[in-house]
């Protein structure tokens, strides 16, 4: 196999015509340089060069040789200037797995932020918490947004880490007034995600620790549907504060009791901490967090690239 280093040497001979002008550009010897080129003739089998009064010229073959020499050249300086770009997190391209509201809420004004960056680039899948684990377990994605409800036990992946972005309150709908008392709307019909989705678990738990089983006779999983239905009268709701930026007319809203808090949080893989691109979109998402969830801490870049460094 042709060595590459020695194809360069041989795009640097062209340019310069001389053995001893190569040497000086490298910081060789002129002895160096005339082995690496009687060494490149062994690898291809064919003259290279040929005498030409004082100068060196190129045979066919290494007229060849040396543009090959000189793309190759061109095609590691490319490489290292993006790999310079992916070093400082200027530049690369992640997928990004979050649930309905926080793409509406957090990604989407996350993907304008990131104008800036053209060269950085996000590719989005909408998904449920569990299953956008489960692609950033398997690979199929970068960063996830999952969220947690405080009246539901938490669950640990040891092959992750997790920033906290905030936390939220879940808010009982109806269509009317109230005081957000579940005991009093046990009688009414509920509207929650479909079975098994912690959304779902969230309000069949907050129903029993108020001593009720809910009476579910609605299930969908965009809380855009559940809301025109409980303006429709269909029934009441449980919703997190984010689903709530575009309330249906005749909708009323107050902090469920007893209290419920949805806390959204940024995981990565362990091991990709230090993923200079990541941190960047992580720091950007801490600083938008903040215009949609209740945080104790004001953010900023400092505290920000602390919080990354603390995954």
Same mark, same amino acid.
């Given at each position: 196999?042709?060595?590459?280093?020695?194809?360069?040497?041989?795009?640097?001979?062209?340019?310069?015509?001389?053995?001893?002008?190569?040497?000086?550009?490298?910081?060789?010897?002129?002895?160096?340089?005339?082995?690496?080129?009687?060494?490149?003739?062994?690898?291809?089998?064919?003259?290279?060069?040929?005498?030409?009064?004082?100068?060196?010229?190129?045979?066919?073959?290494?007229?060849?040789?040396?543009?090959?020499?000189?793309?190759?050249?061109?095609?590691?300086?490319?490489?290292?200037?993006?790999?310079?770009?992916?070093?400082?997190?200027?530049?690369?391209?992640?997928?990004?797995?979050?649930?309905?509201?926080?793409?509406?809420?957090?990604?989407?004004?996350?993907?304008?932020?990131?104008?800036?960056?053209?060269?950085?680039?996000?590719?989005?899948?909408?998904?449920?918490?569990?299953?956008?684990?489960?692609?950033?377990?398997?690979?199929?994605?970068?960063?996830?947004?999952?969220?947690?409800?405080?009246?539901?036990?938490?669950?640990?992946?040891?092959?992750?880490? #997790?920033?906290?972005?905030?936390?939220?309150?879940? $808010? @009982? &709908?109806?269509?009317? %007034?109230?005081?957000?008392?579940? =005991?009093? /709307?046990?009688?009414?019909?509920?509207?929650?995600?479909?079975?098994?989705?912690?959304?779902?678990?969230?309000?069949?738990?907050?129903?029993?620790?108020?001593?009720?089983?809910?009476?579910?006779?609605?299930?969908?999983?965009?809380?855009?549907?559940?809301?025109?239905?409980?303006?429709?009268?269909?029934?009441?709701?449980?919703?997190?504060?984010?689903?709530?930026?575009?309330?249906?007319?005749?909708?009323?809203?107050?902090?469920?009791?007893?209290?419920?808090?949805?806390?959204?949080?940024?995981?990565?893989?362990?091991?990709?901490?230090?993923? #200079?691109?990541?941190?960047?979109?992580?720091?950007? $998402? @801490? &600083?938008?967090?903040? %215009?949609?969830?209740?945080?104790? =801490?004001? /953010?900023?870049?400092?505290?920000?690239?602390?919080?990354?460094?603390?995954?």
């Amino acid at each position: 196999m042709i060595d590459p280093r020695r194809l360069q040497l041989l795009a640097h001979l062209e340019r310069l015509g001389t053995i001893a002008a190569v040497a000086e550009e490298l910081h060789l010897t002129p002895s160096g340089v005339s082995m690496q080129l009687t060494a490149l003739e062994r690898e291809a089998g064919v003259t290279v060069t040929e005498r030409a009064g004082r100068r060196l010229r190129l045979t066919p073959a290494g007229t060849l040789l040396a543009r090959h020499g000189r793309e190759l050249a061109t095609t590691l300086t490319m490489a290292e200037l993006e790999l310079e770009g992916i070093r400082s997190g200027s530049s690369g391209r992640y997928r990004i797995a979050a649930f309905p509201t926080a793409t509406q809420a957090l990604v989407a004004p996350l993907a304008r932020a990131m104008g800036g960056l053209p060269d950085l680039e996000l590719d989005i899948d909408v998904l449920e918490p569990d299953d956008a684990v489960a692609a950033l377990l398997a690979g199929s994605a970068d960063l996830a947004l999952v969220h947690g409800y405080s009246n539901l036990p938490t669950r640990q992946a040891p092959r992750l880490h #997790a920033v906290t972005l905030g936390s939220e309150p879940v $808010l @009982l &709908a109806t269509s009317e %007034a109230g005081t957000g008392a579940l =005991v009093d /709307v046990a009688d009414h019909p509920f509207i929650t995600a479909p079975e098994g989705l912690a959304c779902e678990r969230m309000v069949t738990t907050a129903c029993r620790s108020s001593g009720f089983e809910p009476r579910v006779t609605v299930r969908a999983v965009d809380y855009a549907v559940q809301l025109a239905l409980v303006a429709a009268g269909v029934g009441v709701a449980l919703v997190p504060r984010m689903a709530t930026a575009a309330m249906p007319v005749g909708v009323q809203t107050a902090p469920a009791e007893p209290q419920i808090r949805r806390t959204v949080s940024v995981v990565i893989r362990r091991g990709r901490e230090d993923d #200079a691109g990541l941190r960047a979109v992580i720091e950007r $998402l @801490l &600083a938008l967090a903040p %215009a949609v969830l209740d945080s104790d =801490v004001n /953010v900023d870049a400092d505290r920000a690239a602390s919080a990354v460094k603390t995954l």
